[in-house]
Each structure stands twice: as C-alpha cells, then as structure tokens.
C-alpha cells in the first residue's frame, strides 16, 4: 500500500467526488428515516493543503484552490462544508458533518497509521465507527444495515492491476446486500479502453434477473482521455440515484467545469445511463 492521499487530497478529482457527495447526502437526509454511510476506503479525513505532502504535488492549486475563486451557486453547499471544516476534509468528514442525529458513518482504512488518524479525528464521535479493514470485505459485513437505508461510498486508491473488477464485484456485492441503497464509486480516467470493460461488466451484471438496476457513469473529462500514463478525468458510478439528479447534477457538474477545467480539447461532462430502473 503506497497510495497515501495526503498528496492528492483537494485535487481536481476529489472536488469533483466530494462535490457530487455532498450534493447526495442533501438529497438523501430529506427523508427522515436514518440513513447509515458506508466509506469503504475513508483516508485520514483531513488535509492539511500546506503540508509537504501536498505541496509536493501542488494538485490543489489547481483542484479546490482554484475553484473556491468561483462564487457559482451550484458550488456554495460544497464550498461552504469545505470552508466550514477547516483543513481540507477529506469523505468522512464531509459525511460526518451532514449526518443528522439518528444517521451513522462507518468508515474503514486498511493502513494503519491512517486509521489511527481517522480514529483519532472522530474520537468521541458516536455517530462515526472507523475500522482498520479491508474496505471491500466490509461491504458484505456490515450491508444490510438495521437502518435499510445506506449511502455506500467506494473510493479506492487504483494502485493494482485489477482495481476495476474489484470495484465492479464491489458494487454488485452492495446492490445485492441492500437493493435499494444508493452505491457512489469513484475511477480514475486516463484513457478509454478500462472503461468500456467496466461498464460492459455492470451492463453484463444487470442483465441478470437479481442483477444491477437504475445506474449512472458520471464522466468529468479535463481533456481528451488519451494519455494513458494522466489523470485526464475521474468519473463516479451512481447507483439508485435520487430523482432529481436530472435537474441538480448538469449545472452541478457544469460550474465544476467552469472552475476547474482549463478549457483543453476534449474538455467535457456526461452523464451516460448504463442500466435502467
Ligand atoms: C483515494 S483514498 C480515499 C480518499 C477518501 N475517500 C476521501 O475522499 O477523502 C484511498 C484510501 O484507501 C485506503 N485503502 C487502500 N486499500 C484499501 C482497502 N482494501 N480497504 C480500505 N482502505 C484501503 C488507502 O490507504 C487510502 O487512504
């Protein structure tokens, strides 16, 4: 394990992934009932955008610092959690901060000194449990929750060969423990050909009767994904969507263009339908 987040934390594609997050959890905490997040691969949970680490990359210059220069609405919920937090908050802060008093954050990292910094932030938290484990084995022990309803986050660091099935059987384990729960899964995109694999799989998978349902791939592309050795792009896979994403998503995704994006060939979103309801 030699992905350490500390260099990436507030680049262009964790503001896309928490901007999107942050969007779903409003959606979701508008019904009463207690939702439960699962964050399958939580981090440290803050960042601090001086230190070495970050330095070193200066990613988030050109990620969270360049767009918190914008005043779009569509960003205010995202900025304001970004500005209210402090360091830069990494996914179980920002859920934590927008759970309501009979939600619950399960967060896991299986590094170790990263758990143990994770732990320490939410020390005497009772709404967030962090476990040092295995994110992906997590899903299948802790879905279904008492609550029935989750928000599974699944963001993990793609540093071996096979991250893409992993995160495939990943979201076919969560649909299939809870059906109805909402599954958000980030990927890298740095060129095509992973992709077309990994939707045909969830494709493949929800042509089987038990099989996946009602799934979204959200594409952010900064330029044309044709170097496969760049971060061109991220996108997140959006299971069970609420509703009004038809209405909430393009201008969300629009004004993280306009802040994020450098207006290179190839600069383009979308939001292509894999599975229907
Ligand atoms: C992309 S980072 C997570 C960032 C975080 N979700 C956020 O948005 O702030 C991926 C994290 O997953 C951890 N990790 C790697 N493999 C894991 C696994 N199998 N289970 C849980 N965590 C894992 C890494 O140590 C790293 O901290």
């Not at 942050?22 to 949970?45: F, M, Q, R, S, Y």
């Not at 990292?109 to 997590?138: I, M, N, S, T």
């Not at 059987?169 to 423990?177: G, M």
């Not at 109805?180 to 990927?187: H, M, N, P, T």
């Amino acid at each position: 394990m030699n992905y350490r987040h500390a260099y990436h934390a507030g680049n262009f594609a964790d503001c896309v992934k928490h901007a999107i997050l942050v969007w779903l959890l409003g959606e979701l905490t508008e019904k009463a009932k207690p939702l439960l997040v699962l964050d399958t691969h939580a981090g440290i949970g803050h960042y601090d955008l001086n230190a070495v680490e970050a330095q070193k990359t200066g990613e988030a210059a050109r990620g969270i610092l360049k767009l918190q220069m914008r005043a779009d609405e569509a960003l205010a919920p995202y900025l304001k959690i970004v500005e209210k937090l402090g360091l830069y908050p990494g996914s179980p802060a920002i859920s934590a901060a927008m759970l309501r008093a009979n939600d619950r954050l399960i967060a896991c990292e299986l590094h170790p000194d990263d758990a143990a910094l994770l732990r320490r932030y939410f020390a005497g938290d009772k709404q967030v449990a962090v476990h040092c484990r295995d994110g992906y084995e997590a899903i299948g022990a802790f879905l279904p929750p008492p609550e029935k309803r989750a928000l599974t986050l699944i963001d993990p660091p793609f540093e071996v060969e096979d991250e893409f099935e992993k995160l495939t059987d990943a979201i076919k384990t969560a649909y299939r423990r809870l059906p109805g729960g909402c599954i958000l899964a980030w990927y890298p995109i740095k060129h095509r050909a992973p992709l077309r694999s990994f939707y045909q799989a969830l494709q493949d998978d929800a042509q089987r009767p038990q099989g996946l349902r009602d799934i979204l791939a959200i594409e952010f592309l900064l330029r044309e994904p044709l170097d496969p050795a760049r971060l061109n792009g991220c996108g997140v896979i959006l299971v069970n969507p609420p509703w009004k994403f038809t209405t909430h998503l393009p201008p969300l995704l629009s004004a993280l263009m306009n802040g994020l994006g450098d207006n290179e060939p190839g600069q383009n979103f979308s939001i292509i339908r894999l599975a229907d309801e």
